[in-house]
Each structure stands twice: as C-alpha cells, then as structure tokens.
C-alpha cells in the first residue's frame, strides 16, 4: 500500500497548528516563517479549481463593495 500526502494539505495542517498557538510568546522570525509557509500554501493553492473560486469570489466581492460606495 502506498500512502501519499498532499503537501498542500500538510501545509493547511501546519498553518492551523501554528496559528492556534499563543501569540504572545511568538518572535518575529517565528512570525515571518508563518508568514513563509501561508505564501507557499497560496501559490499551491491557487492554480486548483478550489483557488480560482476563491479569487473569483474574492474580486466579486470587492466589486459590491465598490459598488456599494458610489
């Protein structure tokens, strides 16, 4: 049997496990290296359907924003 693991979801894992930690004990290396990691899961995440809905919900909602102040 061979067990594959996406890396986009091992980095999603990652991400909330860093993220639920207390952040008053963070530096700011600590902070950049998650600032690192949440990049390299955007650019992995974004060519997959589930990126392009997200952009495209994104700008859609931007849109009725920018609507919405005229």
């Known amino acids: ?3 594959s693991v996406n890396v986009t979801v091992l980095l ?3 991400i ?3 993220l ?3 952040t008053q004990a963070r530096k700011r290396s600590d902070e950049q290296l998650t600032v690192l990691i ?3 899961f955007g650019v992995l995440v974004a060519p997959t359907a589930f ?3 997200v952009a495209d919900m994104a700008g859609q909602l931007a849109a009725g924003i920018s609507d919405t102040g005229r």
Request: net charge positive; glycine share 6%; charged share 20%.
């Open 20 to 22: 639920r930690r207390r």
């Open 38 to 40: 949440v990049l390299v």
């Open 51 to 53: 990126g392009q809905w």
């Open 16 to 18: 909330v496990v860093r």
């Open 12 to 14: 999603a894992v990652v």
């Open 1 to 3: 049997m061979v067990l």
